[in-house]
């Protein structure tokens, strides 16, 4: 069930009307069924999945706080880990990693024919996992109380706002909204709608648009060269930000009808004047977990110069790894994990009080990276994210010539441009100012005259824009 769907749109307010209407201690059973409920709408099959990570997770954190003894800790703890981790593996690397190793051992002269397995990638499988590992990992730590209820934890990892594409909760955050009281908050409904309908256009107006035009040139890649080819690759930097972060505002803001606050997932990312700060506020409920979970207890910086480079290395190789079995995703990791390290270690620490004009070029240094580095990541394999690169300057030297017609060899209609231009306009507009403060706060506070005509215009130009292929699936389903 997808949030730009028609059964979502008739499936929320049956949830939020019979979560309203029954006493506050059973509300757990609304959100567990509908969790259920909006997770099988994908595959019923795949609920056994999503139970058996539950249940082993549950009751490997009552096990750990009732076992005395360090080494039974461990014990539990590897293999709840082990558990977790072999399904994520078995579902999502096993082909990966049979193909690679098939592979190599090509290489050396040994023919051997990979042995890949027909499976479906159960929706949100990387996400749920991590959640579960982080709360096992946090009773293991002492940082948390084991949950005794089994159907409020099993509703605390299959909240359906943030099931299948996140935000990864930590269990401080989420577990308790779960297992508390709620009452109905008028200006936190309304503060959720209004970050629904930001998700909404970012998501239908901005990503779904731009994605007609990416798709036409990835889908038929080698019959493009030159100015498309950069175009496109500028174009997706946009597309998968505000696919995802549209995802998020939306899962963010369902969850606020419900009386349940998640933690914030975007944060203006490309408005960040290095790759670190760029990693604060992209993807932040991912980054921060392998933060907490890979880079600290590798060492982290509290190592030598050289381990601290291994450690931020790993953790990105790792991170790519989760996105996708391709060595395109390992490759983008990598690209991160260098500029850091070459950030950290090779450049002069930025000042506080430095220029806007610096700013601004740290500012568009960052994009242009984080776009060249998203070219593996949209590329299907490694051949087609090196054509890319290789060829988007082809014939840069005939101006005339290389800037062409642009319109034409994308499929563009100037009007649809023009709306294109006032979306991208509207969304740098919002991101630049929710630098220095909360854009949808504040319009919460103007009068209910200026609020409302803000509100019309802005569902009117959402429902002239959003183009005809809109109801895509969200990219980051896929991982």
Known sequence: MLFNSLSFAIFLPIVFILYWMIPDKYRWVILFVSS?????????????LILFTTVISYGCALGLERAEQQQKKKILITATLAASLGCLFFFKYFNFASESIAGLLNLCTL???????NLLLPVGISFYTFQTLGYVIDVYRGDVKAEPHFGKYATFIAFFPQLVAGPIERTKNLL?????????????????LRQMAWGFFKKMVVADTLAVYIDTVYDNLYSYTGFPLLVVSLLFSVQIYCDFAGYSDIAIGTAKLFGVDLMQNFNSPYFSASVKEFWSRWHISL?????????????????SKGKNARNLMITFLVSGLWHGANWTYVIWGGIHGLAQI???FCLPRQKENQSKALWWGRVAMTFLFATFAWIFFRAENLGDAFYVITHMFAGIGNVTSYFGNIFVLLGLDKLTFVGMAASLALLAWFDYCSLSGDVLGELAKK????????????????????PVTSGQEFIYFQF
């Open 36 to 48: 259920y409920y909006f997770y099988m709408s994908w595959n019923v099959k795949y609920v056994a």
């Open 342 to 344: 070459f950030e950290k």
């Open 176 to 192: 308790p909204q779960i297992v508390g009281e709620h009452k109905f908050d008028y200006y936190k409904a309304s503060s959720g």
């Open 111 to 117: 023919q051997v024919h990979p042995v890949t397995l």
């Open 447 to 466: 009068k209910k005259v200026f609020r409302w005509i803000i509100y019309v215009l802005f569902i009117l130009f959402l429902i002239f824009n959003i």
């Open 287 to 303: 980054s921060s977990w392998f933060r907490d979970y890979v880079y600290i207890p590798l060492g982290g910086n509290r190592v």
